[in-house]
């Protein structure tokens, strides 16, 4: 296929990093609000997924992940969904062991990497010595030759957070992602729950378009799409690629991670669902078996 003749598409970058190295903070900045502030304890619970448009007009969507260590399947959701993974490292607190965590994730599903070094305004930051720990922990950063990006910046005061932007607009357009906006729509899961108004997940669309009355399949549940949301809970018509929206109308609710597929109807739909329930059965029968 020729990749070249379809539409861009917002590229997927996940901001990773240790617990408290400022992840929230920094995509508050971008997104110009304040949801660290409001976070229950200040510890990240879940993906947040959400479109900026920066200021170049271009729309990027990002991804927000805890870097608290229980959730780790959550962070290799985030490496494993995403096109650009931007690496928080606190100045005064340099790599720990999410950070290293994220690195591997980052390393093995072939994500390119920026840094940024955040928390540069406190008194004890030590940017050298974090780079020294970074490329002493394989990251080819351009100080020392390689060539991934490194940005000092502060969440707090906001400097650096131009540069940051511009890095992260720049590479997208380097890489230049695009995909078919049309055909049967394909896209992941990232989070679910249970809301007021019935049974929600956030779903990344990765090709094709939602709309509502949709029909989709993840894992054994199916869903004709009642409401497409975006984060801020405004009703969307439609959902393109790159675009993550919440979905109602689940039977079921499913789980986080599922890959989520377009059906032609409903009837489609169910026996996929039927087939998989069965397929999942026969294989704990064979396991009882074994
Ligand atoms: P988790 O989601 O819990 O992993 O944390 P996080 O990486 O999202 O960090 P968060 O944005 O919640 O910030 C953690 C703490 O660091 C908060 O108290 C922030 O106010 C503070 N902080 C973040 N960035 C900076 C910065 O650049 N300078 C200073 N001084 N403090 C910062
Ligand atoms: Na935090
Ligand atoms: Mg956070």
Redesign the pocket.
């Known amino acids: 296929d020729d990749v070249s003749s379809l539409p861009s598409r917002p590229p997927v970058v996940t901001?990773m990093?240790?617990?408290?190295?400022?992840?929230?903070?920094?995509?508050?900045w971008l997104r110009k609000s304040s949801v660290?502030?409001q976070?229950h304890?200040?510890?990240?619970q879940h993906i947040g997924a959400f479109v900026v448009k920066m200021s170049t007009g271009r729309q990027i969507t990002f991804l927000?992940?805890?870097?608290?260590a229980a959730f780790l399947s959550m962070r290799q959701r985030g490496a494993n969904v995403t096109d650009i993974v931007v690496l928080?490292v606190?100045?005064?607190d340099s790599v720990m062991p999410?950070t290293i965590e994220a690195l591997k994730h980052a390393t093995s599903a072939k994500v390119p990497i920026i840094v940024a070094i955040?928390?540069?305004?406190?008194e004890d930051a030590r940017v050298d010595q974090v780079k020294a720990d970074l490329a002493r922990h394989g990251v080819e950063i351009e100080d020392y030759g390689g060539d991934v990006q490194v940005v000092c910046?502060?969440?707090?005061?906001g400097?650096g957070m131009a540069d940051l932007e511009e890095n992260i607009v720049t590479l997208s357009e380097i890489l230049d992602f695009r995909a078919e906006p049309d055909g049967m729509a394909e896209g992941w899961v990232l989070e679910s729950s249970v809301k007021q108004n019935g049974k929600a997940a956030t779903v990344l669309v990765k090709r094709g378009t939602l709309r509502p009355g949709d029909v989709i399949v993840a894992g054994k549940t199916w869903a004709r799409i009642r409401v497409l949301r975006n984060e801020a809970g405004k009703e969307l018509a439609e959902a393109p690629p790159g675009s993550p929206v919440e979905i109602l109308g689940w039977r079921e609710l499913p789980d986080a991670g599922q890959r989520v597929l377009q059906a032609p109807d409903e009837g489609r739909a169910k026996t996929a669902v039927e087939y998989r329930m069965e397929m999942a059965e026969r294989e704990e029968s064979s396991a009882q078996l074994a």
Do not use: F, M, W, Y
């Open positions: 901001i990093g240790h617990v408290d190295h400022g992840k929230t903070t920094l995509l508050d660290a502030a976070e304890g200040g510890i990240t927000d992940t805890p870097g608290h928080v606190a100045a005064d999410q955040n928390k540069i305004d406190k910046v502060s969440g707090k005061t400097q």
